[in-house]
T-cell receptor, first 120, second 107 residues
Framework: EVQLLESGGGLVQPGGSLRLSCAASEFSFSSYAMSWVRQAPGKGLEWVSGISGNGGGTYYADSVKGRFSISRDNSKNTLYLQMNSLRGEDTAVYYCARNRGGVGGRSDYWGQGTLISVSS | AIQLTQSPSSLSASVGDRVTITCRASQGINSGLAWYQQKPGKAPNLLIYDASSLQSGVPSRFSGSGSGTDFTLTISSLQPEDFATYYC?????????FGGGTKVEIK
């Protein structure tokens, strides 16, 4: 069965950086676009970023553009999210998800999420 | 960015009830809409994609309809395991966006 396992979460100070990883297994990773979606405590879902299967196309929410960078290593079946200049409003559970139908497609499998807390 | 407005934001219903949730887009998105179910502490689960296509493994009591700007998720006969929060998502334009969610609670 498709598995997505996020890691790299934790507590970070405002202005700091963090890199999230998402290890994928049991599917042809390079054949699928991937996304990061976050959920602040007690709030709704927010799409953060997406990347095409070959990594050539990347897209961002306005709220993170210029601060976050999505990438992937298809040889390692791993998705990344580099987060810089972190703010309190970035505090959330971050999910990675597999997309069907390209970067702009629905997310049919999700990881369990990793919590990022931005606080001094 | 395209805004999605879900209504109601919450509802109370009984087992066996027919439940309808609506999602309105700020501009036309063709059929580029998905519905997800999320239970507390869990990741979202895809129910419907392309506005009306049922995701594999999802019970047939779930259905979706609509195109353009107005969409509906219907649960034909609410079951105990359906009490959760439901989100719509548009994938017609970047940035992708979600609705604010509809919490379905037990009456």
């Amino acid at each position: 069965e498709v598995q997505l396992l996020e890691s790299g979460g934790g507590l970070v100070q405002p202005g700091g950086s963090l890199r999230l990883s998402c290890a994928a297994s049991e599917f042809s990773f390079s054949s699928y676009a991937m996304s990061w979606v976050r959920q602040a405590p007690g709030k709704g879902l927010e799409w953060v970023s997406g990347i095409s299967g070959n990594g050539g196309g990347t897209y961002y929410a306005d709220s993170v553009k210029g601060r976050f960078s999505i990438s992937r290593d298809n040889s390692k079946n791993t998705l990344y999210l580099q987060m810089n200049s972190l703010r309190g409003e970035d505090t959330a559970v971050y999910y990675c998800a597999r997309n069907r139908g390209g970067v702009g497609g629905r997310s049919d499998y999700w990881g369990q999420g990793t919590l990022i807390s931005v606080s001094s | 960015a395209i805004q999605l407005t879900q209504s109601p934001s919450s509802l109370s219903a009984s087992v066996g009830d027919r439940v309808t949730i609506t999602c309105r887009a700020s501009q036309g998105i063709n059929s580029g809409l998905a519905w997800y179910q999320q239970k507390p502490g869990k990741a979202p689960n895809l129910l419907i994609y392309d506005a009306s296509s049922l995701q594999s493994g999802v019970p047939s009591r779930f259905s979706g309809s609509g195109s353009g700007t107005d969409f509906t998720l219907t649960i034909s006969s609410l079951q105990p395991e359906d009490f959760a929060t439901y989100y719509c998502q548009q994938f017609n334009n970047f940035p992708l966006t979600f609705g604010g969610g509809t919490k379905v609670e037990i009456k």
